[in-house]
């Protein structure tokens, strides 16, 4: 990867989110990094920094939502700002789909991801 994030590389990271391959996620991810997730008990939902802090929530979603998935996903990137917009699935141990859009806007330093906020429709779990 170049000191530039592309578009190409959020559309891999976003393919790699969907294989769980948390190696091929992180790539695009400073030491640094931040994450704020969709929900928490802040305003801002939950405050999650460090690389491997944030590669540990992703891996726990996967852990929670074996088919958790991103579809319908697409980017843009400009300067040191990116949007990806996204529908997220995935079904909970108990059984309960999630489908839901939403969208990630990130701060990038040197190409690599510095912020991610995580935005996702407030939708009722449907049934299994």
Do not use: C
């Not at 699935?89 to 701060?107: I, P, S």
Request: no cysteine.
């Amino acid at each position: 990867m170049s000191n530039t994030l592309t578009a190409e590389d959020l559309a891999a990271t976003f393919d790699a989110f969907n294989q769980h391959d948390v190696d091929a996620v992180m790539k695009v991810f400073a030491d640094d990094a931040v994450f704020y997730t969709v929900g928490g008990a802040e305003v801002y939902g939950t405050k999650v920094e460090g690389k491997d802090a944030i590669a540990a929530a992703f891996s726990a979603v996967w852990a929670g939502m074996k088919d958790a998935h991103w579809d319908h996903h697409s980017h843009f990137v400009h300067g040191d700002r990116a949007v990806s917009e996204w529908t997220f699935t995935g079904t909970n141990a108990q059984g309960q789909r999630v489908e839901a859009q939403g969208a990630d806007l990130f701060t990038v330093r040197d190409g690599k991801i510095i912020v991610k906020q995580a935005f996702r429709k407030d939708r009722p779990l449907q049934a299994g």
